[in-house]
């Protein structure tokens, strides 16, 4: 299966909905997203994610499925260095980095500074677990760090390229009957997705990685071995929506103006 996450547009916080700026974004993204077949859609409760999703969700007359757990990850900590009460992310590299739990996958959440807000652990578990019942929907069922399709006709491809030397995947046409689904939702909450799915630590995506406004990080089920699958980044922060419209690509999250190119 393919799941596209969607970063809401450049947000109004103090409305919780769209600057002007991040309504032309979210039409230009509606644009793009119109064009595909997708099986479902699902959005956040905020307002700036369901804003971001009408666009699209006119365009093709259709409607979300509203996901409460999907919400943004902002469970608030005060920062040991900057003192900044806030998200429990934006640490200062000399201090995040040295703390090894910081690079555990199921340790993070017992570092001290997130050891302030209890509910970050919790808040964690939560995602991934209502993440999982999701996938269980669509056939697969998580088992330790990867999933299986006990539905499926099993598979066995030990390589990404046929014989003929072309891409395999040129020639599967079962994955071009695979479902696509799209969530609009928030930089902080992919990244807890992401960390799930890709069994990486969250702190090293959410400090590692920029995804600009209405930005598209597009993650593909690979399905070759048995009825095994792991999910892989096809792309991650894609823009060119926005590019291709002549919009400016929004700095919003991020510490430095982000690349116009």
């Given at each position: 299966?393919?799941?596209?996450?969607?970063?809401?547009?450049?947000?109004?916080?103090?409305?919780?909905?769209?600057?002007?700026?991040?309504?032309?974004?979210?039409e230009l993204l509606a644009?793009?997203?119109?064009?595909?077949?997708?099986e479902e859609f699902y959005?956040?409760?905020?307002?700036?994610?369901?804003?971001?999703?009408?666009?699209?969700?006119?365009?093709?007359?259709?409607?979300?499925?509203?996901?409460?757990?999907?919400?943004?990850?902002?469970?608030?900590?005060?920062?040991?260095?900057?003192?900044?009460?806030?998200?429990?992310?934006?640490?200062?590299?000399?201090?995040?980095?040295?703390?090894?739990?910081?690079?555990?996958?199921?340790?993070?959440?017992?570092?001290?500074?997130?050891?302030?807000?209890?509910?970050?652990?919790?808040?964690?578990?939560?995602?991934?677990?209502?993440?999982?019942?999701?996938?269980?929907?669509?056939?697969?069922?998580?088992?330790?760090?990867?999933?299986?399709?006990?539905?499926?006709?099993?598979?066995?491809?030990?390589?990404?390229?046929?014989?003929?030397?072309?891409p395999f995947a040129d020639?599967?046409?079962?994955?071009?009957?695979?479902?696509?689904?799209?969530?609009?939702?928030?930089?902080?909450?992919?990244?807890?997705?992401?960390?799930?799915?890709?069994?990486?630590?969250?702190?090293?995506?959410?400090?590692?990685?920029?995804?600009?406004?209405?930005?598209?990080?597009?993650?593909?089920?690979?399905?070759?071995?048995?009825?095994?699958?792991?999910?892989?980044?096809?792309?991650?922060?894609?823009?060119?929506?926005?590019?291709?419209?002549?919009?400016?690509?929004?700095?919003?999250?991020?510490?430095?103006?982000?690349?116009?190119?």
């Amino acid at each position: 299966m393919r799941i596209v996450f969607v970063r809401h547009g450049e947000p109004d916080y103090s409305k919780d909905s769209l600057t002007e700026k991040g309504w032309r974004e979210a039409e230009l993204l509606a644009k793009r997203i119109s064009k595909w077949k997708v099986e479902e859609f699902y959005c956040s409760p905020l307002g700036r994610a369901k804003d971001t999703a009408s666009c699209t969700l006119k365009a093709m007359g259709r409607e979300a499925v509203i996901l409460p757990w999907i919400r943004e990850f902002s469970y608030h900590i005060d920062d040991p260095v900057t003192k900044r009460h806030s998200i429990p992310w934006d640490f200062v590299p000399s201090y995040w980095t040295k703390e090894s739990l910081m690079y555990d996958i199921d340790g993070w959440t017992q570092a001290d500074v997130m050891k302030q807000n209890p509910i970050i652990e919790s808040a964690y578990k939560d995602v991934c677990q209502n993440f999982d019942k999701l996938l269980a929907s669509y056939g697969y069922i998580r088992e330790n760090n990867f999933y299986r399709m006990p539905g499926k006709k099993e598979r066995f491809v030990a390589g990404t390229v046929s014989k003929d030397g072309s891409p395999f995947a040129d020639h599967d046409d079962d994955s071009l009957s695979e479902p696509t689904i799209v969530i609009f939702c928030h930089l902080g909450v992919i990244c807890v997705v992401l960390s799930h799915l890709l069994n990486i630590p969250f702190p090293l995506l959410v400090h590692g990685f920029f995804l600009p406004t209405t930005s598209l990080t597009i993650v593909s089920s690979e399905e070759h071995w048995s009825n095994e699958a792991y999910f892989r980044v096809q792309a991650m922060g894609d823009v060119h929506h926005l590019l291709n419209g002549k919009e400016p690509i929004s700095s919003a999250g991020s510490f430095v103006k982000a690349f116009q190119g």
